[in-house]
T-cell receptor, first 113, second 114 residues
Framework: GENVEQHPSTLSVQEGDSAVIKCTYS??????FPWYKQELGKRPQLIID?????GEKKDQRIAVTLNKTAKHFSLHITETQPEDSAVYFC????????????FGAGTRLAVHP | GAGVSQSPSNKVTEKGKDVELRCDPI?????LYWYRQSLGQGLEFLIY????????KSGLPSDRFSAERTGGSVSTLTIQRTQQEDSAVYLC????????????FGPGTRLTVT
């Protein structure tokens, strides 16, 4: 069935370092890949997304890359700050029609001052 | 503008009781989704609505779970004869239409079954 695997489950970095989170999906028909940030006790917030016709997308300190051949996509956060500390979820879906999101298990990122 | 809202924010119920969880999507959003997030876990899809119709109920864990949507807006998720394994945060999301991918989440309802 449809599955998204996410690694690592926890990630600890020093402020100013980069953080990379990787996901692999199983449904080859997936073509929409969002990333959500969830702070403790808060709702998931969409931070960036990418579609299959694009290999990379950047938004300030955040970037996402997609390798459709390998069915991999990754989130890159540069110059990390303590406020980046949260749980990050990747997801995959088929765009158009309806788009049930299949989520990874999440990565708990801790940025230490 | 107003985001997705859910009520109640917290619900504690005894095993065997029925509960109703409510979701108010963003105004004008025609697609509505329910997900469940167990402690420390990712989000699990439950059901999807387009307008008042539910084309995909495949994620509902058992026949104790049901959902409806009226007027193309508010949705209610009902869990009958609650069990302890139903304890989780139930999240609702909406999107502008099924042709638009971005889903925006509500704050969730934390359900605890004792």
């Amino acid at each position: 069935g449809e599955n998204v695997e996410q690694h690592p489950s926890t990630l600890s970095v020093q402020e100013g370092d980069s953080a990379v989170i990787k996901c692999t999906y199983s449904d080859s028909a997936s073509n929409y890949f969002p990333w959500y940030k969830q702070e403790l006790g808060k709702r998931p917030q969409l931070i960036i997304d990418i579609r299959s016709n694009v290999g990379e997308k950047k938004d300030q300190r955040i970037a996402v890359t997609l390798n459709k051949t390998a069915k991999h996509f990754s989130l890159h956060i540069t110059e990390t700050q303590p406020e980046d500390s949260a749980v990050y979820f990747c997801a995959a879906s088929r765009s158009g029609g309806y788009n049930k999101l299949i989520f990874g298990a999440g990565t708990r990122l801790a940025v230490h001052p | 503008g107003a985001g997705v809202s859910q009520s109640p924010s917290n619900k504690v119920t005894e095993k065997g009781k029925d509960v109703e969880l409510r979701c108010d999507p963003i105004s004008g959003h025609t697609a509505l989704y329910w997900y469940r997030q167990s402690l420390g876990q990712g989000l699990e899809f439950l059901i999807y609505f387009q307008g008042n119709s539910a084309p995909d109920k495949s994620g509902l864990p058992s026949d104790r779970f049901s959902a409806e949507r009226t007027g193309g807006s508010v949705s209610t998720l009902t869990i009958q004869r609650t069990q302890q394994e139903d304890s989780a945060v139930y999240l609702c999301a909406s999107s502008l239409s099924t042709g638009r991918d971005e889903q925006y989440f509500g704050p969730g309802t934390r359900l605890t079954v004792t």
